[in-house]
C-alpha cells in the first residue's frame, strides 16, 4: 500500500485487523476514525470517464472480504437503481452534494423511501437490503469514497449486482457499474422485472431521458448506438412526459406520500423546468429533443 495515503492505509488496516465481525456501524466509525478527506482520493478521479459510464469508478484496494473503491461524479453523472449484489455491509462517504435516494419493495411494488442532498464528508452505511441510486445535479464534480464486503471470500464483491431497469421491464445482473443503458456484454443474466408505483417509474424515467440526451450530444457515439438512444428518448417523451400526463403529474406530486421520516429534494422543480411539456405537443419540436 505504498502509494495509498496514510489516511486509506489506517482505514484500510483497521478494516483488516479488527477482531469483532464487522457491521455497517463499526466500519462507519473505523472511517470516521481515519479522518480522510476528498484530496485523499485524487490519485483515482475519473471524470474523464466515457460517455457510456454513468460515472467514473476506480479501484483503491481489493482484499479477500472486502474492497474500496473511489467514484467520480461530474455535474449531471447518476447511477441506476441497483443493490450492491453479493456485499454484505458496507459504508458511503460523500464529497460534494450528492442526490441520493433509497427504495423499498412492498408487495412487489418498488416506492421511494428517502430522499436526501448530502453534505461534504457525509457517511451513509450499506446493507444488503439496500436499494438506492445516487447522482449529481450540481455544476460541480467531486468524488465520493465506497467500501463493500462481505462475510467470505467473495470476488468481485459486489457480484450479482442488480440494476432495476423497469423501461425493459426487467433486471439486468452484472458485477460491473451500475450505469443506465449497460450494454450487452457487462450484463450476465436477465430475469424479469418487477413493478414501480408511478412516481418511481417518474424518476427512473427522467434521468433514464437525460442519460440518453446526453449520450446523443457525444462524439463517442457511434451511429447504431445513436438510433437506439433516438428510440429511447420518443418512448420515454411520448408515453411518460406527454402532454395528456402533466396535470396527473402535478397532482402526484401533490399529493406524494414517503416513507416515515423521508425528505424531498428539488427533484421535482427540475423535472418541470427540464421537460418542457408544452413543447411536447407538437412532434417536430419532439424530434429537435433528440
Known amino acids: 500500500m505504498k502509494q495509498i495515503p496514510q489516511s486509506l492505509q489506517r482505514y484500510i488496516q483497521s478494516i483488516e485487523s479488527h477482531p469483532e465481525k464487522i457491521t455497517p456501524q463499526i466500519l462507519e466509525e473505523l472511517l470516521q476514525q481515519s479522518q480522510i478527506d476528498a484530496s485523499d482520493l485524487i490519485p483515482w478521479i475519473d471524470l474523464d470517464h466515457p460517455i457510456a459510464d454513468s460515472y467514473g469508478r476506480k479501484m483503491v ?6 474492497e474500496v473503491m473511489v467514484m467520480s461524479w461530474r455535474s449531471g453523472d447518476f447511477s441506476a437503481i441497483h443493490d450492491h449484489g453479493s456485499a454484505q455491509w458496507g459504508v458511503v462517504q460523500y464529497f460534494g452534494e450528492l442526490e441520493h435516494r433509497c427504495f423499498y419493495i412492498k408487495d412487489g411494488i418498488m416506492k421511494v423511501s428517502k ?24 455544476d460541480q464534480p467531486f468524488l465520493s469514497l465506497h467500501t463493500y464486503g462481505t462475510y467470505g471470500e467473495k470476488r468481485p464483491i459486489t457480484q450479482n449486482a442488480r440494476i432495476f431497469e423497469f423501461y425493459n421491464d426487467e433486471i439486468q445482473l452484472t458485477n460491473g457499474g451500475v450505469f443506465f443503458l449497460l450494454p450487452d456484454h457487462l450484463i450476465h443474466k436477465r430475469i424479469a422485472g418487477i413493478k414501480a408505483d408511478k412516481i418511481t417509474l417518474q424518476k427512473h424515467y427522467y434521468h433514464l431521458l437525460m442519460r ?79
Not at 61 to 66: A, D, I, N, T, V
Not at 117 to 137: A, E
Not at 255 to 265: E, Y
Open 61 to 66: 484496494y481489493e482484499g479477500e472480504h472486502f
Open 212 to 290: 440518453a440526451q446526453c449520450n446523443l450530444q457525444s462524439d463517442e457515439t457511434s451511429n447504431d448506438e445513436r438510433d437506439g438512444l433516438k428510440h429511447i428518448s420518443n418512448n420515454i417523451l411520448k408515453q411518460i412526459f406527454s402532454p395528456r400526463d402533466h396535470k396527473l403529474f402535478q397532482q402526484d406530486v401533490i399529493k406524494v406520500n414517503l416513507a416515515d421520516g423521508a425528505s424531498c429534494s428539488n427533484f421535482w422543480c427540475r423535472m418541470e423546468k427540464k421537460v418542457n411539456w408544452q413543447l411536447l405537443e407538437h412532434t417536430d419540436a419532439l424530434d429537435a429533443l433528440i
Open 115 to 138: 430522499e436526501e442532498i448530502t453534505v461534504k464528508g457525509q457517511i451513509n452505511r450499506v446493507s444488503n437490503s439496500l436499494i438506492h441510486h445516487m447522482g449529481n445535479t450540481t
